[in-house]
């Protein structure tokens, strides 16, 4: 086989320089300096390719995937000293320092509580740049501005999904847990840099994002309410483009808590902020619900009478009809107001049973994918029952609390993650590309999750993730002509050390993977039945289910 150039130095390591018998004996591994590499987030990638990125609008935070020739095919090191992460509950107060060796935040933060240096570990007392007393007291105090019952902030049921834009170290989720909300905190690789990284090592539900020049890559109405405490995000520029994103992924009366010195400072420069701010929001129909130092909340109409009464050269305008507002992979952003349309005219804005009705009550969007609720109600009970036969085939490996960060690579209705509602887990649900519309149907039930292609890396730091679910996702990306070895490089990239993998698929295609197992270093555990035929099943399939060793420099130490 032809040796791929090398675009960086001489560490590079390509799978195009290895006959297929080296590849299967066994993978290179990267140097240790790439050990946090995220593919599609790596800047270096941008000034060797020489891309010219808006950085007024932090294009440069967004993603740049390399092309296959530039990839970084070997598996990713562990950082020395790397040890199993501390286990959920735990770990929401505290992570190995040497898991991840930066302390940066500790000290910049220092007088806000963001983070504490103990010895080997790093703790976090829960404060946060608005909330130095904890996120806690923070949520309670937000929760009696709006009057929700008994001080809790789902409101009775009705609030489950949040957004925490700009999230530090995610403290604010990590406390919404016990409200029944879960949040996805979101934070670009930036200057704050591996706030992400803390958080998911804590097992908090989290995700790299920025509003910059793309969409987020969440449908139309996905969140009951979006958060800001000082996110550091200019609101005002081009025409509140970034504040009619966030309008676009609330649903009919959502919610958006703004803490920030715009909302209570009396200097001329707040003032004038505040005052611009107003202005745009009452334009797009927003209206304040609560204020009150250091926070201001404001919540979108229920309807869309209010658009429709505006004179028609008020600014900005209603986006075009033909505008798919649930569309988010790779489309730019609108300067444009999202009007409802569809389901979205229900009681409480969106017809949604409260929480946790809704895990399992058939949403009213499924009619905009072609699913009909028997259908539905026939997912969520297979699932049920797959993820019984998956624990049962793993019961010799889990241990308590083992497994805290889960995907689901290809989660279809979200039926694997509405079984797992019951273990202690959070998971991060993939539509693929192709099958994005079906996202709507994650967030109708209460769930978390993101648009994706497999044929590219995932926006995340390495060692992410517990537990990975890839339902028919090899044959998928078969069928568009991605190698399945980048594929399994990436998963290896984003799991932990004595994580699983749990791979659903044609026995042609477990057959293939199986013989890269060993060069992965899987093979610390493995399991392969033949399982029940069910509605769902497309064709013959076999569950292989393997466990990655932790290895050091290459050595398995397991």
Excluded at 195 to 207: D, N
Excluded at 494 to 509: C, E, F, M, N, S
């Amino acid at each position: 086989m032809k040796k791929l150039p090398a675009p960086m130095d001489s560490t590079r390591f390509s799978v195009g320089s290895f006959s297929i018998a080296e590849i299967l004996k066994s993978l290179p591994i990267c140097d240790l300096r790439f050990s946090e590499l995220i593919p599609c987030l790596d800047r270096n990638l941008i000034y060797q390719l020489r891309l010219k990125p808006n950085l007024t609008f932090r294009e440069h935070y967004e993603r740049h995937c390399p092309a296959p020739e530039r990839r970084y095919n070997c598996l990713i090191p562990p950082p020395l000293g790397y040890k199993i992460p501390i286990r959920w509950p735990e770990s929401r107060d505290e992570v190995w320092k040497a898991n991840i060796p930066h302390t940066h935040l500790a000290q910049v933060k220092s007088d806000q509580n963001w983070m504490v240096v103990n010895g080997d570990k790093i703790s976090f007392p829960g404060g946060g740049t608005h909330f130095h007393d904890g996120a806690d007291k923070y949520i309670v105090a937000l929760s009696r501005m709006l009057k929700f019952p008994g001080d809790k902030f789902n409101n009775g049921g009705n609030i489950r999904n949040v957004l925490d834009v700009g999230c530090g170290v995610a403290s604010f989720g990590a406390y919404l847990l016990s409200h029944d909300v879960i949040a996805l905190s979101l934070a670009p690789n930036d200057a704050h840099e591996n706030q992400i990284q803390f958080a998911l090592e804590r097992g908090i539900p989290s995700t790299l994002g920025i509003l910059g020049i793309k969409r987020l890559t969440y449908p139309s109405g996905s969140f009951e309410l979006a958060h800001c405490s000082r996110c550091r995000i200019d609101w005002l520029q081009r025409d509140g483009i970034l504040l009619l994103e966030l309008d676009r992924l609330l649903r009919p009366g959502g919610y958006f808590v703004y803490t920030s010195p715009e909302a209570y400072a009396l200097d001329p420069e707040n003032r004038r902020i505040w005052s611009a701010m107003s202005d745009l929001l009452k334009r797009m129909c927003w209206r304040v619900v609560a204020k009150k130092e250091p926070s201001v909340v404001w919540a979108k109409p229920l309807t869309n009478s209010c658009y429709l009464k505006r004179d028609s050269r008020t600014q900005p305008p209603l986006c075009d009809s033909k505008d798919d507002p649930d569309a988010s992979w790779n489309v730019s952003m609108k300067a444009c107001i999202t009007r409802y349309s569809g389901k979205m005219h229900k009681e409480r804005g969106s017809g949604l049973a409260p929480w946790p009705q809704r895990l399992t009550a058939a949403p009213p969007r499924l009619e905009e994918i072609g699913v009909s609720p028997e259908e539905f109600h026939e997912d969520t009970n297979i699932w049920r029952f797959r993820v019984i036969e998956y624990w049962k085939q793993m019961k010799s490996v889990i241990q308590e609390n083992s497994i805290r960060n889960v995907m689901d690579m290809n989660s279809y209705l979200g039926g694997f993650a509405a079984a797992l509602n019951e273990k202690d887990v959070w998971v991060m649900n993939v539509a693929p590309v192709n099958v994005s519309a079906r996202l709507k149907i994650i967030y109708d039930r209460g769930l978390v999750g993101t648009v994706h292609d497999w044929c590219e890396a995932f926006s995340t730091y390495p060692r992410t993730y517990d537990l990975l679910h890839a339902w028919e996702v090899f044959s998928e990306i078969a069928e568009r002509g991605c190698n399945a070895e980048d594929l399994l490089i990436e998963m290896d990239r984003i799991l932990r050390p004595d994580g699983l993998v749990i791979i659903r698929d044609k026995p042609a295609v477990i057959n293939y993977i199986r013989k890269f197992l060993t060069a992965l270093k899987w093979d610390g555990w493995l399991s392969e039945v033949e399982p029940m035929v069910d509605a769902l099943s497309s064709s013959d399939e076999r569950v292989l289910i393997a466990r990655k060793k932790l290895w050091d420099e290459g050595i398995s130490v397991m």
